[in-house]
């Protein structure tokens, strides 16, 4: 079997933060043990193991001092509720395991666990950075993140995503690239995405691709940075009543303390052309389960029966009280706080064994 090792580097970026933070519960395991600030630099590995029985042979060929530490780890967490009983492919402890044996080594263990049980790894991996899915016309257009990259698959069958043909729309280094989405707008394909404007996560900003051509998987222009007012991510579009609306996560200020959704309007797909307005700030008990940064993010829009919901994410991404809840347009104006109304409680959150449900995307089944 060959092993793509692009594919098993830089694509658990997202779960850098929420790594940091768990790592930060177990005083006890990570004394001594130095958390790098940029993970992107000694290249996070994808340890794509989803079955108990794989898991045993890993941490049989990684040796009894290293499984000690990992289950150590894992004995804490379960305590604290915060890691599926799978181990989601033990995507928590990909930086424990780089801060602890060589990457190199890491890598080479990998490979070899993959070749041993390639049974388990067939198809094309589709796991990316929030990924997205956009239909039109009965075709799927799946989108995803590859750290300093983006990705687009094309499918005619949604279920059968990992046979479609993939083809890279921008790279550029150190982008570090977050929550890439497609929209399809007065015939033209548009892509937003989050990426580091400079040194620095503080430096991130949404920006926007135009297509070439009226093939989404074609040639893509960047357009530039979108005026969001400062740091911003999981960008969106939002059309009401035949205008165009932006919609993403940010800050209030210059720092990281808290995220708030916000809305501006758009004079076209590529341009921001009014101020941002705050429209959910995590206030409520349910939404700060975690401790500072309280989170709001991964805004998205839903339509049903002529009303209009954002549904998002809620507490922090690395905790078992990640959920989503929803604001609902029950005023005239989008641009008006007052006439979104909160949910009184989460609409999905952990549950039966399941902790920490995701953000959402929605898309049509044709």
Request: charged share 20%; aromatic share 10%; glycine share 10%.
């Amino acid at each position: 079997m060959e092993i793509d090792i692009e594919m098993l580097q830089n694509t658990v970026m997202s779960q850098v933060n929420s790594t940091k933070s768990i790592l930060s519960d177990c005083s006890g395991l990570i004394k001594g043990i130095n958390i790098p600030e940029d993970f992107s630099k000694s290249g996070t590995i994808k340890a794509a193991v989803g079955k108990i029985s794989i898991i045993e042979e890993l941490l049989s060929l990684l040796g009894t001092s290293v499984s000690k530490s990992i289950a150590d780890f894992i004995t804490a967490q379960n305590r604290n509720g915060k890691i599926i009983d799978s181990l989601s492919g033990l995507i928590s402890i990909n930086s424990l395991l780089f801060n602890i044996i060589d990457p190199d080594r890491l890598l080479t263990i990998l490979k070899q666990l993959m070749e041993t049980n390639s049974d388990q790894f067939t198809g094309r991996d589709l796991y990316g950075c929030d990924p997205y899915v956009y239909e039109k016309d009965g075709e799927y257009f799946y989108i995803k993140s590859t750290g300093n990259g983006i990705e687009i698959f094309k499918s005619k069958d949604m279920y059968n995503l990992e046979a479609s043909e993939g083809k890279e729309i921008f790279s550029k280094d150190g982008s570090n690239i977050w929550a890439p989405e497609l929209h399809y707008v007065d015939g033209h394909w548009y892509v937003y995405a989050a990426m580091l404007s400079g040194e620095g996560d503080d430096s991130r900003r949404m920006y926007v691709l135009e297509s070439n051509s009226s093939d989404p998987t074609g040639d893509y222009t960047m357009v530039g940075e979108l005026d969001t007012g400062g740091w911003a991510i999981d960008g969106t579009l939002m059309e009401q009543n035949d205008k165009l609306y932006y919609v993403w996560s940010g800050w209030p200020g210059d720092t990281n303390g808290k995220q708030n959704l916000y809305i501006a309007p758009m004079d076209s797909p590529k341009s921001i052309s009014g101020e941002r307005v705050c429209i959910s700030s995590p206030t409520e008990d349910w939404e700060t389960k975690d401790t500072d940064p309280y989170v709001n993010e991964g805004p998205q829009i839903l339509k049903h029966n002529g009303e209009t919901y954002i549904v998002y994410s809620a507490n922090g991404s690395w905790g078992s009280d990640y959920c989503l809840g929803t604001i609902k347009l029950t005023g005239s104006d989008p641009l008006d706080s007052s006439s979104w109304t909160k949910s009184s409680g989460p609409v999905f959150s952990s549950a039966n064994g399941v902790y920490g449900p995701r953000t959402c995307i929605f898309y049509k089944i044709s």
